[in-house]
């Protein structure tokens, strides 16, 4: 993913982009209009994600790899993938069973941890793939349509997490980054709640009538931008505003800030950040549904230490669209993803709650280590060394994926050591 740039930076919607996301703004305006003129921000976000056939998520549209918004793991390079299926492999030979994908994107893991597994032995009894993307899961058919008989009629899609115990393994590359989050900010030593409202409609009369601003709804100021922009992409009708935080997230905040306080105190007037205490319920769920075996979760974030920083006054809210990262959500809704880091103390909490046992946690450089990617890039082949070389170091590099990524194993009934931790051990930070 690119570094964080400025919107007026990003490339002009299409055509049947604006339409969509002109109805999208339009679907969420209405949703705050019922509300009263307000909505906490992680409201926002599951809209503009998730609301049925309009979200980023839920309509139709290439979000993923060349063309996409945004590039995983897995699209970089299969050698994520058969590293992953090799720590798949010592799970699934311990306690057997089936491998479990949350969100798969376009396929490429599941196909290649497939392979891998059948070059090793341990195909799974079967591969399923819980997505909420109709788009997605139409790349997905085709990717696993590719693979041999006896690997794709193992894959099922699923709506829902299995109702029956489940063992084996579940995988969730980037899931938790796309959770919906709350946004909070610091006032006075008490948390405040940031939601969005609508612009006022002298505010918006303005807008148009000057087509070389624009709102952007983050923070109180207009954003200047070229007049083209100005005209491709209409100002959203969104701005921030803060409000009354609920419970939940006034005793998160208190935990959170407990936990910072030291000899400066904690973090200054005006800190905005993020938490996400939806993270509770969904490792909950996930743990219901697993009998035994391992949830492997890879995601950028950091431990709870570092990710509130008091000099990271802003938070870590990204939105990706076309290969750009940029932090405001106010624009091209509908039609680019909206992700926070996450707080993996937050995770191991929730695991702890849920009756899992955390069982590793490291960089993925570390977990790609300890699984033997160092071998898998030998090749007698010049050319091929060289291509191998070049995905390896996208993965490992700590200005690549290698430091900001993270892998995380949760446990139940499963006590054998897990190479991919074998390199690092992080779990004194979290």
Not at 24 to 35: G, N, S
Not at 228 to 256: C, K, L, Q, T, Y
Request: charged share 25%; aromatic share 6%; proline share 5%.
């Amino acid at each position: 993913m690119t570094a964080s740039r400025a919107p007026s930076t990003l490339p002009a919607l299409a055509p049947e982009e604006a339409e969509h996301s002109r109805l999208v703004t339009a679907f969420i305006q209405e949703r705050i209009k019922a509300a009263g003129g307000w909505l906490p921000f992680d409201a926002f976000m599951e809209l503009a994600l998730y609301a049925p056939g309009l979200g980023y998520y839920s309509a139709g549209s290439t979000k993923i790899g060349r063309g996409g918004d945004f590039t995983t793991a897995p699209e970089v390079s299969d050698l994520f993938s058969r590293c992953v299926g090799r720590q798949c492999s010592e799970v699934l030979e311990k306690v057997g069973g089936s491998i479990l994908e949350l969100g798969a994107g376009t396929g490429r893991l599941a196909a290649a941890v497939l392979t891998e597994l059948s070059a090793i032995g341990r195909v799974p009894e079967q591969y399923f793939i819980l997505e909420v993307s109709a788009d997605l899961r139409d790349r997905q058919r085709e990717r696993v349509s590719q693979l041999p008989a006896a690997l794709r009629n193992r894959v099922v899609w699923l709506d829902v997490l299995p109702s029956q115990p489940f063992r084996g393994v579940v995988l969730a590359n980037e899931v938790l980054d796309a959770l919906p989050c709350e946004r909070v900010v610091v006032r006075d030593g008490q948390v405040r709640a940031l939601g969005v409202g609508l612009v006022p409609a002298s505010d918006a009369a303005e807008i148009e009538a000057d087509a070389g601003v624009e709102r952007s709804g983050v923070g109180s100021a207009a954003r200047l931008v070229e007049p083209e922009r100005a005209a491709e992409n209409p100002a959203p009708g969104f701005v921030e505003r803060e409000g009354v935080a609920s419970a939940a997230v006034v005793d998160a905040w208190r935990e959170i800030d407990k936990g910072l306080s030291g000899p400066g105190g904690g973090v200054p007037e005006g800190y905005r950040t993020e938490l996400c205490t939806r993270i509770g319920p969904w490792i909950a769920g996930l743990s219901e549904c697993l009998a035994s075996g391992m949830i492997l979760l890879f995601d950028y974030g950091l431990p709870r230490a570092h990710y509130y920083h008091p000099q990271r006054t802003d938070g870590t809210l990204r939105c990706h669209f076309k290969q750009r990262a940029h932090d405001d959500p106010f624009i091209n809704v509908g039609v680019q993803d909206i992700t926070a880091w996450v707080d993996f103390t937050r995770v191991a909490e929730a695991a702890d709650a849920a009756g899992l046992q955390v069982s590793g946690f490291a960089t993925q450089a570390a977990f790609l280590l300890g699984l033997g990617i160092e071998e898998m890039v030998s090749d007698p082949d010049i050319a091929r060394h060289a291509k191998l070389a070049g995905e390896a170091r996208k993965l490992l590099m700590p200005g690549e994926m290698g430091e900001a990524f993270k892998a995380m194993a949760l446990t139940r009934d499963f006590d054998d050591a897990l190479s991919g931790f074998a390199v690092q051990d992080l779990r004194h930070s979290l």
